[in-house]
């Protein structure tokens, strides 16, 4: 087992890596996501899985009748946020075909039909979306929705799919699919430090927090940055820092957390106040009450400051995802397998396991992460874990898939 998956990921870490960073930069329909691609198609086709693309883009590799129903299914994703660590996602999928492995040494027959995926566009570093391949898969991404998504370079979702290859025209809910699966289980490596803190190499999933993205348009009046004096400035860069310490200050009252992680600015020059910032707030917290709560804080504040200093301020919410609770019949399923000593914990990071969950049961699988680090190069986890994940996954599906 630890020869293939080492393999493996000797053969998938160079790809789309930053020299300069040491992160990857594997945006959705770039030359580095068409490479991971390749990768995952040559793993399935030297296993003998019989490979295809949905119409969305999601890459499945399937053992036995994938029209059979009733199948389970494991994977992740393959994309990156930018300069992202090299486990988020890729461990899902590495260890998935790694299980698939160990399962076969151990000469288990299937019972059930069974499938890797590879979801298209999780992280939605490109087109500002997260986890498009199951949103659009599970119908909640329309088509028209899809289509109106644009890059940073104003090029649109479906002219990227076609210019790597794939025909937008069906891109769209897929319930057949969807009708066939029976289980849906996620490897994740964990976004935080509970499994460090516990002594545990893995946990099961419980809940994945409420969290959205909402983007803050603040326009002021360009002007010029050393004859402008300072109280005849429409600075929008000043409301936005003040709503930033706003968001510190809403999460922390109410034990949540948020954070603005991008900003665009117009027209971006050192010695011109700008005329436009825009910034996007990303914030997540335990219960709906308690994300409403911080969400309304930092918007309250931000028109607040916005009046005092005379910015329009314009707020979107760009996505939301309620509260995820996974299937309880499959979690106890997989701690039933597991032992009961495994440990069941929450998240505040999205998936597309739960994007799956209003439609097939889904589960996780957690595997210790020994800085908590995530989204980053210095994202880690030892091999004596990812190998201790690649055996509770492989023992999971043989529960599953071969009784």
């Known amino acids: 087992m630890s020869e293939t998956f080492h393999a493996m990921w000797r053969s998938l870490r160079p790809i789309g890596r930053s020299a300069a960073s040491g992160g990857y930069r594997r945006y959705a329909w770039t030359g580095a996501d068409a490479d991971c691609r390749l990768w995952f198609r040559m793993q399935a086709e030297a296993r003998r899985l019989d490979y295809e693309v949905d119409r969305n883009g999601n890459q499945w590799a399937w053992l036995g009748d994938r029209e059979a129903g009733d199948a389970v299914v494991t994977g992740s994703h393959l994309d990156s946020v930018p300069d992202g660590g090299a486990f988020d996602g890729p461990l899902g999928v590495v260890s998935a075909f790694a299980a698939l492995d160990e399962l ?59 210019a790597a290859g794939h025909d937008p025209a069906a891109i769209g809910p897929d319930p057949g699919r969807l009708a066939r699966i029976g289980a849906f289980v996620e490897l994740h490596v964990e976004q935080g430090r509970a499994l460090d803190l516990s002594g545990d190499a893995i946990g099961i999933a419980s809940a994945i927090w409420p969290h959205g993205r909402w983007r803050y348009d603040f326009a002021g009046e360009a002007n010029h940055a050393g004859t402008t004096r300072l109280v005849d400035r429409r600075d929008p860069m000043l409301t936005y820092a003040e709503t930033v310490l706003a968001a510190r200050r809403e999460a922390e009252l109410a034990g949540a957390v948020a954070t603005f ?69 499959l979690r106890d399923e997989l701690a039933g397998i597991l032992g009961e000593k495994t440990p069941v914990l929450g998240t505040g990071a999205g998936h597309d396991a ?50």
């Open 104 to 162: 076969r040494s151990r000469g288990v027959r299937f019972t059930r039909p069974f499938a890797v995926v590879n979801f298209a566009d999780e992280e939605g570093a490109r087109f500002g979306l997260a986890c498009v391949g199951s949103r659009l898969v599970s119908g909640q991404l329309t088509k028209e929705q899809a289509y109106a998504l644009r890059d940073a370079d104003g090029i649109s979702l479906p002219e990227a799919m076609e």
């Open 261 to 329: 992680g991008k900003i665009a600015v117009e027209p971006n020059g050192v010695n011109a106040i700008p005329s436009l910032v825009r910034g996007w707030l990303d914030a997540r917290a335990a219960d709906h009450e308690a994300l409403d709560t911080v969400v309304a804080g930092i918007e309250a504040a931000a028109h607040e400051h916005a009046a005092r200093q005379g910015i329009d301020l314009t707020v979107v919410r760009e996505s939301f995802t309620p509260v995820v609770e996974f299937a309880h019949t």
């Open 354 to 403: 739960g994007i799956l969950s209003g439609s097939v049961p889904t589960a996780m699988l957690f595997v210790r992460n020994p800085t908590g680090v995530s989204h980053s190069p210095a994202e880690s986890a030892a091999e004596d874990d990812c190998a201790a994940g690649v055996l509770a996954l492989a023992d999971v599906l043989e529960g599953l898939a071969c009784r």
